[in-house]
């Protein structure tokens, strides 16, 4: 499973980063990465150079073996936090999807 990390111009895209966000993905899709060609994370601050609450808007799109791509997005404090709940969002869709296609259910 290939995983990408994309940013906006108002959030720095570096190593530590990117390790972050893998280890997002891996956390909530890891187990998921053999029916997964390849995960899109990008990351985007709403709110520029002001603060706010929820203003870093995490979205994740995986493309599943066979199946469109599907995604799930999260606004959070911060980009743990907006990592972790569109991770979650998107497990639970793809859980949900390949449950549907299982023959075995």
Do not use: W, Y
Request: with cysteine; net charge negative.
């Amino acid at each position: 499973m290939q995983i990408q990390v994309n940013t906006d111009n108002f959030i720095h895209g570096d190593d530590r980063l990117t390790e972050v966000a893998e280890q997002a993905v891996q956390t909530d899709l890891g187990h998921m990465e053999d029916r997964l060609t390849r995960v899109e994370v990008h990351l985007k601050d709403q709110n520029a150079d002001k603060h706010g609450p929820d203003h870093i808007r995490c979205t994740i799109e995986a493309r599943p073996r066979g199946l469109g791509p599907m995604a799930a997005h999260h606004d959070g404090a911060d980009i743990p936090a907006a990592l972790k709940g569109a991770a979650k969002k998107l497990r639970s869709r793809l859980t949900s999807e390949f449950e549907k296609l299982d023959p075995h259910r």
